[in-house]
């Protein structure tokens, strides 16, 4: 399966401030997404990346507090904006090659606001 | 709705069979996940379900019941680092990925 290089692995932020994620595939994907997961909680998808135009938002985030870019099939990034100690959560990216193939997932981005 | 039921907790031995239990109820059906997530780490994929019946896999083994909305995940001689959280994921008509909460499988000596 695909190597997924995921940057940071984590780190601690100031309240107000934004982070931005690396996500970086060592072959082309077709489909790249973008979860959080809090804690002792299951996964919850942020967005589906989508190359070449805008990210597809699930219910509950939307894209000026979690812009996403993916300006070709093996990268993308996930923005965190003007954060707040609510947003303190691992970060995961996933690819998947085709509709009905596994997801794989990065390292993820353990991310904590003082 | 869509939902993925699967136990909070289970403890079993070292050396052991476990099986955890994922019922699901989704709109449309493209297959079923299993993963595996240690603490502080990502989730890896373990097994994909699409049609019916038992996927072997070495120590571990999955089976789904498409008419029962139902797959269970069964490992075998249990060791201390099967000690994790497993994840059911249903994907659904438009093939995205409902997930479970996950079952914290602890492993005993």
């Known amino acids: 399966s695909a190597v997924i290089s995921q940057k940071p692995s984590r780190d601690i932020c100031q309240r107000g401030t934004s982070l931005t994620i690396q996500c970086q595939v060592d072959s082309q994907v077709t489909m790249m997404f973008w979860y959080r997961q809090q804690p002792g909680q299951s996964l919850t998808l942020i967005a589906t990346a989508n190359q070449g135009s805008e990210a597809t938002y699930e219910s509950g985030f939307v894209i000026d507090k979690f812009p996403i870019s993916r300006p070709n099939l093996t990268f993308s990034t996930l923005t965190v904006s003007n954060m707040s100690p609510e947003d303190s959560s691992i970060y995961l990216c996933s690819v998947q090659g085709t509709e009905a193939q596994p997801q794989h997932f990065g390292d993820g981005t353990r991310l904590s606001i003082l | 709705g869509q939902n993925i039921d699967q136990p909070t907790e289970m403890t079993a031995t070292e050396g052991a069979i476990v099986q955890i239990n994922c019922t699901y109820q989704?709109?449309?059906?493209?297959?079923l996940f299993w993963y595996q997530q240690h603490a502080g780490e990502a989730p890896t994929f373990l097994s994909y379900n699409v049609l019916d019946g038992l996927e072997e896999k070495g120590r571990f083994s999955s089976f789904l019941s498409r008419s029962k909305g139902y797959s269970y995940l069964l490992l075998k001689e249990l060791q201390m680092k099967d000690s994790a959280s497993y994840l059911c994921?249903?994907?659904?008509?438009?093939?995205?990925?409902?997930w479970g909460a996950g079952t914290k499988l602890i492993i005993k000596p």
């Open positions: 989704t709109s449309g059906f493209n297959g």
């Open positions: 994921a249903c994907m659904d008509s438009n093939y995205q990925l409902i």
